[in-house]
């Protein structure tokens, strides 16, 4: 199965990704300022705002893992083989009247 995503040339990929890097860098460099500056002034309020900007930079790190590692992508680049699916239809999930699952 290929992603819904069409695969980036490597260029593009490889610029994407340092992008993201670039202001996952920022993010936590301008969350540190807010806590610096939450200490010196003694404000909860900064401290919260440093500590969601903080976070925002995680989230954006995981979504980036994500998109650039999924099994998908890697299958379409040839990293991964691809597998071989069956057609048909699977009744794992449906419970039938009759088998007294209910």
Do not use: H, K, Y
């Amino acid at each position: 199965m290929f992603s819904a995503l069409p695969v980036l040339p490597d260029s593009a990929s490889t610029a994407i990704a340092l992008g993201m890097v670039g202001a996952v860098v920022a993010l936590v460099a301008w969350a540190l300022q807010l806590m610096q500056a939450a200490n010196d002034r003694q404000e909860f309020s900064l401290m919260l705002a440093g500590c969601m900007v903080c976070s925002a930079a995680v989230g954006l790190a995981t979504v980036m893992v994500l998109t650039f590692t999924s099994p998908g992508r890697l299958e379409a680049r040839g990293l991964l083989p691809v597998p071989e699916v069956e057609a048909g239809i699977s009744l794992d999930s449906i419970v039938l009247p009759w088998d007294g699952q209910l």
